[in-house]
């Protein structure tokens, strides 16, 4: 009986497996599927690529190694704008083609592929707050903005407003750090030292924010910024001397000595190959 039972069993088992056999070959793909990757540049991409990887070799290598270059992301991606753009104008490989684009790249074009990173920067001091301390007229009862243009800009001498002269301290230590408010020429350009400028400049189209401050084009590096040298280059000096501060710290000394062992340990595993 229980030979019988195996016997079913297995008859069964390759009944099944028939059907089934059957079944597949006769019921058609009802949703055919093809997966096709494709890797590139549009023409127009690529005529930026070889254009500038002779007139600015540094920008094109730079970019290579960071990670823009390894997702394909191009300088077309980033610095293509609207004809109608107040930040619209045309560099000599465009010329006479329907093509614009900005040297400016602000946090709006960021936020097309980082919208969190971009929506949390809007959140920060590092946004409109950081460029109203140097603008706004009523902040600090306006002492901020006297400090710039009246006593280091020798307002106080009779030293005309918003003069060269004037406006020099303020551009040279201030706006390199907390923004600007960009002014362009006729072709749309930036004029005036207004631009590049720092991390809450305000661009003619309205949007707030560069990014590369902190992330350093053309490389863009995550790992940079997140080093307290990044920080460094704008949190310095008798005014705010948080970088001081940090390395004489006890978490400051912590990360000298492990970056000092880190570059220890490399060069051992240099010298050992």
């Known amino acids: 009986m229980k030979q019988l039972y195996v016997k079913v069993g297995l008859l069964s088992a390759a009944m099944l497996l028939v059907w089934t056999g059957m079944a597949c070959a006769e019921t058609p793909n ?28 540094g920008i094109i290598e730079d970019w290579k190694l960071g990670k823009m270059g390894h997702a394909g992301v191009s ?9 109608d753009s107040p930040m619209a104008s045309q560099c000599s490989g465009l010329k006479g083609t329907k093509l614009f684009i900005s040297p400016m790249v602000s946090s ?3 936020e097309r592929c980082h919208p969190t990173e971009v929506a949390e920067f809007h959140k920060s001091a590092h946004s409109d707050l950081s460029r109203m301390a140097i603008y706004d007229k009523k902040k600090a009862g ?3 903005v006297a ?24 551009k040279s230590g201030c706006t390199f750090c ?9 072709d749309n350009k930036p004029i005036n030292s207004s631009w590049p400028a720092g991390v809450g400049t305000l661009y003619p189209d309205g949007s707030v924010g560069t990014c590369t401050v902190c992330h ?5 590096s995550v790992a940079e910024a997140r080093k307290p040298e990044a920080c460094a280059s ?16 006890k978490h400051g000394q912590r990360y000298l000595n492990q970056l000092s062992l880190y570059k220890s340990y490399r060069q051992r595993s240099r010298n050992a190959r």
């Open 30 to 57: 009802l949703a055919p599927r093809k997966i096709e990757i494709k890797r590139g540049y549009t023409p127009e991409a690529a005529k930026c690529i070889e254009c500038h990887a002779e007139k600015t070799p």
């Open 75 to 83: 300088c077309y991606d980033c610095h293509i704008v609207e004809k």
């Open 108 to 110: 709006k074009t960021c």
């Open 142 to 144: 306006g002492k901020l």
């Open 147 to 170: 400090l710039q243009l009246q006593h280091e800009g020798a307002g106080f001498l009779g030293v005309e407003t918003d003069s060269a002269i004037n406006e020099a301290s303020r």
């Open 178 to 186: 907390h923004g600007s408010e960009v002014e362009v020429g006729p």
């Open 216 to 220: 350093t084009r053309h490389q863009f």
């Open 234 to 249: 704008c949190h310095l000096g008798p005014d705010h001397p948080d970088i001081e501060i940090y390395l004489e710290s």
